[in-house]
Structures are given as C-alpha cells and as structure tokens.
C-alpha cells in the first residue's frame, strides 16, 4: 500500500512538462507586458559596496558549492539531502533553459547599448535572462518550498535572488525584465524539482551517492 501511494504522489512526466511550458509561457507573456509598458530603463552604474561584482559571485559560487557539498555529504536518504538534490536538478534544468533563451533572444546588455529593445542581436548579446538570477532562484526555491512552512525564517532565502537581482541590474549586466524573467524561471524549475519523490540526477547515480558520505565513515 504504502508503494501505491509513493507512485501516486509522483507527477507523470508529460504533466512536469506540461507545466514548464506554461511556466515559461506565462513568464514570457508578463516579460511582455512589462517590456511594453516601459518598465526597462538603465539605471546608474554601481559596482560598489554591498553591489560589488565580486559579492556577486561569491554569492553564486558560494551557492552551487553549497549544493553540491550538501547533496554528496547528506546523500538523498534523508529530508534535508533530498532536498539539496532537488535542488541540484533544479538549477541544472534553469541553466539549460536559460542558455537555450539567451541564444534564441539575444538580447544586448546595458553595458552594450542603452537601448532597452535591442533584441535578436546575434552572438555575443546573451542580456536575456541572467544566469545567475535563475541559479540562485533555482537553488533556493525547494528548501522555501520543503521548510518555510515550518520555519518562516526560510523565506529569508528569498532575499538572496532579490540582491542578485538588484545587483545585476546595477553593474548593467541586465536589464529589468531579464532579472524578472530568471526570477520566474528559477522558481519554475525549482517547483518542478520539489515536485518530484526521486531526484533525477540522483538516480542515475551509484548508491554510494544515495547514502552520502556522513554515512559512509
């Protein structure tokens, strides 16, 4: 019995699919919305303090290292290490669709222009979205989902993408809709990768990674 309702709280395939699509539907159409109403402008450059690039990227690197030590240390047997490997796929699945948008928009950064509407520029204009404000969404969202109803302090994580977000925008790597936009889709994979009982790359792995390495000394 209790194997029955494992298999049914798993979401089918074609119904995890069918839900990307209509997040990234539903994220393009409010990009259009905003980008229509002129929500996009450049602000004043600002590569200091708090906004610096390199607190950027200690906050990026900082958190696919965090995932990564997590998910090997815990294994995914327990609560917290699925959790981590949730985490794992969902980033995964955000960079390869952020990668796939920013080579189909092409859209040029502030730093390269500041038109605003400057799409379909061709190699080397990848403004649309960011890729770090999907990463650090991506990761994020399944701990808020698994654990801020228990503990409120976890939607404190929120405020790691929301930073992210502010700061890309300051130094003009991006413009307002894209970090909009990696906000979105972050979010979509990370629901995504929660809403699955196994995670996927775990499960191509050897056992040995299903344990975790706490459990194996």
Same mark, same amino acid.
């Given at each position: /019995?209790? &194997?029955? *309702?494992?298999?049914? !709280?798993?979401?089918?395939?074609?119904?995890?699919?069918? &839900?990307?699509?209509?997040?990234?539907?539903?994220?393009?159409?409010?990009? !259009?919305?905003?980008?229509?109403?002129?929500?996009?402008?450049?602000?004043?450059?600002?590569?200091?303090?708090?906004?610096?690039?390199?607190?950027?990227?200690?906050?990026?690197?900082?958190?696919?290292?965090?995932? *990564?030590?997590?998910?090997?240390?815990?294994?995914?047997?327990?609560?917290?290490?699925?959790?981590?490997?949730?985490?794992?796929?969902?980033?995964?699945?955000?960079?390869?669709?952020?990668?796939?948008?920013? %080579? @189909?928009?092409? !859209?040029?950064?502030?730093?390269?222009?500041?038109?605003?509407?400057?799409?379909?520029?061709?190699?080397?204009?990848?403004?649309?979205?960011?890729?770090?404000?999907?990463?650090?969404?991506? *990761?994020?969202?399944?701990?808020?989902?698994?654990?801020?109803?228990?503990?409120?302090?976890?939607?404190?994580?929120?405020?790691?993408?929301?930073?992210?977000? *502010?700061?890309?925008?300051?130094? %003009?790597?991006?413009?307002?809709?894209?970090?909009?936009?990696?906000?979105?889709?972050?979010?979509?994979?990370?629901?995504?990768? %929660?809403?699955?009982?196994?995670?996927?790359?775990?499960? @191509?792995?050897?056992?040995?990674? /299903?344990?975790?390495?706490?459990?194996?000394?």
């Amino acid at each position: /019995m209790s &194997l029955t *309702i494992r298999a049914a !709280r798993l979401p089918p395939a074609q119904s995890l699919g069918r &839900l990307f699509a209509l997040s990234l539907f539903g994220l393009l159409f409010c990009v !259009r919305v905003l980008y229509a109403g002129g929500f996009d402008h450049l602000v004043e450059y600002d590569n200091g303090g708090i906004w610096k690039r390199s607190n950027q990227q200690v906050l990026y690197y900082g958190l696919i290292g965090g995932e *990564i030590a997590g998910a090997l240390w815990f294994g995914g047997e327990d609560r917290l290490g699925k959790t981590f490997w949730q985490a794992i796929d969902s980033s995964a699945l955000g960079g390869v669709a952020n990668e796939a948008l920013k %080579h @189909v928009f092409t !859209r040029s950064r502030p730093a390269q222009s500041p038109d605003p509407h400057l799409w379909f520029q061709g190699a080397g204009h990848y403004s649309f979205p960011s890729g770090e404000v999907t990463a650090v969404t991506a *990761i994020v969202t399944p701990f808020v989902l698994e654990y801020g109803r228990e503990h409120p302090a976890v939607y404190a994580l929120e405020l790691l993408p929301a930073y992210d977000a *502010i700061a890309r925008v300051k130094v %003009h790597a991006h413009w307002q809709t894209d970090v909009l936009a990696s906000f979105a889709l972050g979010s979509a994979t990370g629901y995504l990768a %929660h809403s699955r009982d196994s995670p996927v790359i775990l499960g @191509v792995l050897p056992h040995g990674f /299903m344990v975790g390495v706490r459990k194996q000394f």
